[in-house]
């Protein structure tokens, strides 16, 4: 059928989030198809990435220097701290160009089903970063979810003896969001937090 190989490649690929067995296949035979112009230098690319990305021992995230870009940036914002579940969250919103302080990566949520406590994320940094002379706001810029809200409950109580202002992201309606088509959730998350025009 398939030499070992080609076997392995498929299963590699199959782990990555939103790939099963059957677009694994079809992605190992796109990659193999196209040996030279795109496996070969993605090779490349995941062979650098291994042996040079490093996690930030101030922020959590990732990147070729620790501590890393965001954090050495004398141009940033020091005196607001923006927590965040997981790295991606990060990049999502520095996409948006719209944030200019500093981030801090939890690692993930509170979850008492998962075995996931307050020792197992990255809280007694975000406490100590909180507390430091010129912090003035921490953005809780955690999901929606039950997770996300459990853990914001949890740091805003851990944060209060910190002298800062803790705020959330705001829920609710998206651009573009046509009411018939929203969660009761978010409707009613977008009712709470309506503000004057």
């Known amino acids: 059928m398939i030499g ?35 496996m070969e230098p993605l090779s490349e690319a995941l062979a650098a990435a291994a042996a040079g990305i490093r996690t930030c021992h101030v922020c959590g995230n ?17 005196g607001t ?27 993930g949520t509170l979850s008492a089903l998962e ?14 970063r909180a507390s ?10 955690l999901n929606a979810t039950v997770g996300g809200q459990t853990t914001a409950h949890f740091l805003s109580d851990r944060l209060a003896s910190c002298d800062v202002e803790i705020t959330r992201l705001a829920h609710g309606v998206p651009v573009g969001g046509e009411l018939d088509y929203l969660d009761d959730g978010t409707l009613t998350a ?5 503000r004057a025009l």
């Open 4 to 38: 070992p190989e080609i076997d392995r490649l498929i299963q590699l690929l199959a782990k990555l989030p939103g790939l099963g067995p059957r677009s694994a296949r079809r992605v190992a035979l796109h990659l193999i198809k196209r040996r030279d112009t795109l």
């Open 62 to 78: 990732l990147d070729t220097s620790d501590p890393c870009h965001i954090c050495t940036d004398r141009a940033r914002e020091n």
């Open 115 to 128: 075995g996931i406590g307050p020792d197992d994320l990255a809280i007694p940094g975000l406490l100590e």
């Open 81 to 107: 701290l923006c927590v965040v579940e997981e790295v991606g969250d990060l990049w999502a919103l520095e996409r948006t160009g719209a944030f200019r302080g500093q981030y801090h990566v939890l690692g």
């Open 190 to 194: 977008a009712l709470r937090a309506r």
């Open 132 to 141: 430091r002379p010129g912090v003035r706001e921490v953005i809780l810029a």
